[in-house]
C-alpha cells in the first residue's frame, strides 16, 4: 500500500547475480545505473525506489538509496508477491531497510545537499552539431551559444542546478520557486563523461548508447515551500531519474 510520506530506502544487491541477469538478458553492455533500475523494476514493479543514487560499489556488492512511496516492510511484500526473475534475484532483500523522511519542513530553514545530476538541455533549434530538440550537455551549448568566450563548467552547471530549482511557478510569476528552495551555494565536486545504455520504451528495439556528462554538485538551499520542496524531493532533479540521477541527499539542518 502506498502512502503520503515519502521513505529513503536502502538496499544492497549481489554484483555478480545482476552481472549474469544482464549478459543473459543481452544487457551486457548496460551502464550500471540501467542495470539496477531494470533489476529494482523487476523486482517492485511500480513501487521501486525513484529516484536512486548509487552509493558504494564493492567486490561483492553494490549499495544503493533511493526514494520510494513504500516502506522496507511494503517492498518486501511487492517482491515476494510474484516469482521473481533473474534480474529481481540480485536483490539483497535482507539487507532492505528504510526510513521516513521529514513530512514537514520549516520555511527558512537552510540544508545541505548533495546531487548526482545530469545536466543536460534540450536545443530548442538545429544547428550544425544537433536538431532541434537534441539532449545536449549544457556546458557544451553553452560554448555553442559563445563561441569566442571562455566559459566555466562549474559556472554552468551552477546555473543550470538554479533553473532546475527556482524556475518560474503559476503564470511565470518568477516570485513563486518551482522547486520550494533558494539555492545559496553550488560546488561542483566531481565531473566525468558517463557511457549510457538505454532502450526505447515500448518494444524489442536494440539498445542505444550514449554519452552524457555527470556531474557531482554539492551546497547549500534554503526551504520556501515546504509542499513544492517535498514534489521536489520525490521527482528527483534533471534527466535520467529512473537510472541512477536527480536523487537529492540531504545533509543536516540548520536555521538562519
Not at 539483497?92 to 519542513?105: C, D, E, F, H, I
Not at 556546458?139 to 543550470?160: E, I, K, N, T
Not at 515500448?202 to 515551500?225: F, I, K, N, Q, Y
Request: net charge positive; proline share 3%.
Amino acid at each position: 500500500m502506498s502512502s503520503d510520506a515519502l521513505h529513503m530506502v536502502r538496499v544492497q544487491l549481489t554484483a555478480r547475480d545482476l552481472y549474469g541477469a544482464a549478459s543473459h538478458a543481452r544487457h551486457a553492455n548496460a551502464d550500471l545505473g540501467y542495470a539496477v533500475h531494470w533489476a529494482l523494476v523487476s523486482a517492485f514493479g511500480d513501487a521501486a525506489p525513484s529516484p536512486f543514487v548509487l552509493r558504494r560499489e564493492t567486490g561483492r556488492n553494490i549499495e544503493v538509496l533511493g526514494y520510494a512511496r513504500h516502506d522496507a516492510t511494503e517492498l518486501r511484500r511487492a517482491a515476494h508477491g510474484g516469482e521473481l526473475g533473474r534480474a529481481a534475484r540480485a536483490i539483497v532483500l535482507a539487507s532492505l531497510g528504510s526510513k521516513v523522511m521529514p513530512t514537514r519542513w520549516r520555511v527558512g530553514s537552510r540544508l545541505g545537499f548533495e546531487l548526482r545530476a545530469c545536466p543536460v538541455v534540450r536545443m530548442s533549434s538545429s544547428g550544425v552539431h544537433h536538431r532541434r530538440g537534441a539532449e545536449v550537455d549544457a556546458f557544451l551549448a553553452a560554448c555553442r551559444r559563445s563561441p569566442d568566450a571562455a566559459v566555466d563548467r562549474g559556472a554552468v552547471y551552477r546555473a543550470w542546478l538554479c533553473r532546475q530549482f527556482e524556475g518560474p511557478g503559476a503564470e511565470g510569476d518568477r516570485t513563486c520557486w518551482q522547486g520550494g528552495v533558494r539555492v545559496l551555494d553550488v560546488t561542483m565536486r566531481r565531473f566525468r563523461r558517463a557511457r549510457l545504455f538505454r532502450r526505447e520504451q515500448g518494444g524489442e528495439r536494440p539498445g542505444r548508447r550514449l554519452e552524457r556528462p555527470d556531474a557531482t554538485l554539492s551546497g547549500t538551499l534554503e526551504v520556501t515551500d515546504a509542499g513544492r520542496f517535498s514534489r521536489l524531493m520525490a521527482r528527483g532533479i534533471g534527466r535520467h531519474r529512473a537510472f541512477g540521477f536527480g536523487m537529492l541527499l540531504l545533509r543536516r539542518e540548520t536555521t538562519c
